[in-house]
């Protein structure tokens, strides 16, 4: 049964940084674009950040723009969301997916934070931003 495992989360002070990994077990994520999405209380999932299979293409929110980096190690069959300079905005449960319809190696431009569509989730990590 494919697996996508989030960890990282956690307890973070505005400013502070938290790396995300996204790891797959009986899965390769080799020739699969990967997403990023969060789900704060009370609102709809969001994506964040998508990569391409290649590593070559990512796109991210407006609202992480400068702050998150998104990067691949296929050597571990991990995707990775670096971010730093947290806000409290950015509390959420974080979510990787992959297995987008008809989009399996690239982020779509108009689509990719869209969490209709996509084959595989993770079960969430949470991050808490406050002081």
């Known amino acids: 049964q494919v697996q996508l495992v989030e960890s990282g989360g956690g307890l973070v002070q505005p400013g502070g940084s938290l790396r995300l990994s996204c790891a797959a077990f009986?899965?390769?994520?080799?020739?699969?674009?990967v997403t990023w999405f969060r789900q704060a209380p009370g609102k709809e999932r969001e994506g964040v950040s998508c990569?391409?299979?290649?590593?070559?293409?990512?796109y991210y929110a407006d609202s992480v723009k400068g702050r998150f980096t998104i990067s691949r190690d296929k050597s571990k069959n991990t995707v990775y969301l670096q971010m730093n300079n947290l806000k409290v905005e950015d509390t959420a449960v974080y979510y990787c997916?992959?297995?987008?319809?008809?989009?399996?190696?690239?982020?779509?431009?108009?689509?990719?934070?869209?969490?209709?569509?996509?084959?595989?989730w993770g079960k969430g990590t949470l991050v808490t931003v406050s002081s």
């Open positions: 997916a992959t297995g987008r319809s008809s989009f399996l190696e690239g982020c779509p431009p108009a689509s990719w934070s869209r969490p209709e569509g996509m084959t595989y």
């Open positions: 009986r899965f390769t994520l080799d020739y699969y674009a």
């Open positions: 990569i391409s299979s290649s590593g070559l293409s990512t």
